[in-house]
């Protein structure tokens, strides 16, 4: 296995933290806003459409979807999987802090927290990438390339 | 037969929605995380034909187009699993057997060095999204 994380790609994972958690949360708040959505009031979710945090919500989903996408091309599934997870952490300390929901203040949540930090902390310190042979030599000028950048 | 909510549903029926929301979602993630590695990195591929091209040959992946329709297929699942069992249960269920299937899938499938380090990692982040959830 490599590890070979530049700046730049340590600021992707953070980008893949920090988009879906306050994603989700802008989305969160933003449905407060708009009241209960029930089936006979479907419509309502295209009202939702035009409020500006979840306009922002959805803003930041697609940030999260663009850099999960771009941190799977440089490392292994199970080196980018916990990063996500520490976005649960993330929502956590935002709806506590932001929404201020009482539930954020549970003992099982904040030793949810403690763990989710640890496992993140294992992969983090450890290699990101598998080296894998060629699958074919069509790839090499792409991966040479790609080499080349590091 | 459990208490769920919106009705009564057998322990059977609860676990096999609950594993196939989790093991549809790791279909999605192996999938996509295939598609990303025959792809190659999307900083080179950027440098090279711009955002267009990245995005291009990401859309242009037949494997990457199954990933997505996998992870819809897993959202849906989900949804149906909420509808007939208690979120409560569902939702750190489900997310916690996807760590974890993620864990061996990526092994299997992707060829992963999943050493124990990252073993660790699966369960204990599978742990704490239960715990959060509770």
Same mark, same amino acid.
């Given at each position: 296995?490599?590890?070979?994380l530049?700046?730049?790609?340590?600021?992707?994972?953070l980008?893949?933290?920090?988009?879906a958690?306050?994603g989700?949360?802008?989305?969160?708040?933003?449905?407060?806003?708009?009241g209960?959505?029930?089936?006979?009031?479907?419509?309502?979710?295209?009202?939702?459409?035009?409020?500006?945090?979840?306009?922002?919500?959805?803003?930041?989903?697609l940030?999260f979807?663009?850099?999960?996408?771009?941190?799977?091309?440089?490392?292994?599934?199970?080196?980018?999987?916990?990063?996500?997870?520490?976005?649960?952490?993330v929502v956590l300390?935002?709806?506590?802090?932001?929404?201020?929901?009482?539930?954020?203040?549970?003992?099982?949540?904040?030793?949810?927290v403690?763990?989710i930090?640890?496992?993140?902390?294992?992969?983090?310190n450890g290699p990101?990438?598998?080296?894998?042979?060629?699958?074919?030599p069509?790839?090499?000028?792409?991966?040479?390339?790609?080499?080349e950048?590091k | 037969?459990?208490?769920?909510?919106h009705?009564?549903?057998?322990? +059977?029926?609860t676990? %096999?929605?609950?594993?196939? /929301?989790?093991?549809? #979602?790791? &279909?999605?993630?192996? $999938? !996509?995380?295939?598609?990303?590695?025959?792809?190659?990195?999307?900083?080179?591929?950027?440098?090279r034909?711009?955002?267009?091209?990245?995005i291009k040959?990401?859309?242009?992946?037949?494997?990457?187009?199954?990933?997505?329709?996998?992870?819809?297929?897993?959202?849906?699942s +989900?949804?149906?699993? %909420?509808?007939?069992?208690? /979120?409560?249960?569902? #939702?750190? &269920?489900?997310?916690? $057997? !996807?760590?974890?299937g993620?864990a061996?899938?990526a092994?299997?499938?992707?060829?992963?060095?999943?050493?124990?380090?990252?073993?660790?990692a699966?369960?204990?982040?599978?742990?704490?999204?239960?715990?959060?959830?509770?």
């Amino acid at each position: 296995m490599k590890h070979t994380l530049s700046p730049q790609r340590y600021l992707i994972l953070l980008a893949v933290m920090l988009s879906a958690a306050v994603g989700d949360t802008m989305l969160s708040h933003g449905m407060r806003q708009v009241g209960p959505v029930s089936l006979a009031h479907l419509g309502l979710l295209l009202v939702a459409m035009r409020d500006p945090w979840v306009i922002g919500g959805i803003v930041c989903l697609l940030g999260f979807f663009a850099s999960y996408l771009t941190a799977l091309s440089w490392a292994d599934l199970t080196f980018v999987l916990p990063a996500t997870a520490f976005g649960y952490v993330v929502v956590l300390l935002l709806s506590k802090f932001w929404l201020h929901e009482p539930g954020a203040s549970s003992v099982h949540r904040w030793a949810g927290v403690v763990l989710i930090v640890c496992g993140v902390g294992f992969v983090a310190n450890g290699p990101s990438q598998t080296q894998h042979e060629p699958m074919d030599p069509m790839e090499e000028p792409v991966r040479a390339l790609t080499d080349e950048t590091k | 037969m459990m208490v769920t909510g919106h009705g009564t549903t057998s322990v +059977l029926e609860t676990w %096999v929605t609950i594993t196939l /929301v989790a093991v549809t #979602a790791v &279909a999605g993630d192996v $999938l !996509t995380a295939g598609a990303m590695r025959r792809i190659g990195d999307l900083d080179a591929i950027r440098a090279r034909s711009g955002m267009g091209g990245a995005i291009k040959a990401v859309v242009s992946s037949p494997m990457f187009l199954g990933g997505v329709l996998m992870m819809a297929v897993s959202f849906f699942s +989900l949804l149906f699993t %909420v509808s007939n069992v208690e /979120v409560s249960l569902a #939702a750190p &269920a489900s997310a916690s $057997l !996807t760590f974890l299937g993620n864990a061996f899938a990526a092994k299997i499938f992707l060829k992963e060095n999943v050493d124990h380090r990252r073993w660790l990692a699966a369960v204990f982040v599978c742990a704490g999204v239960f715990l959060l959830s509770r």
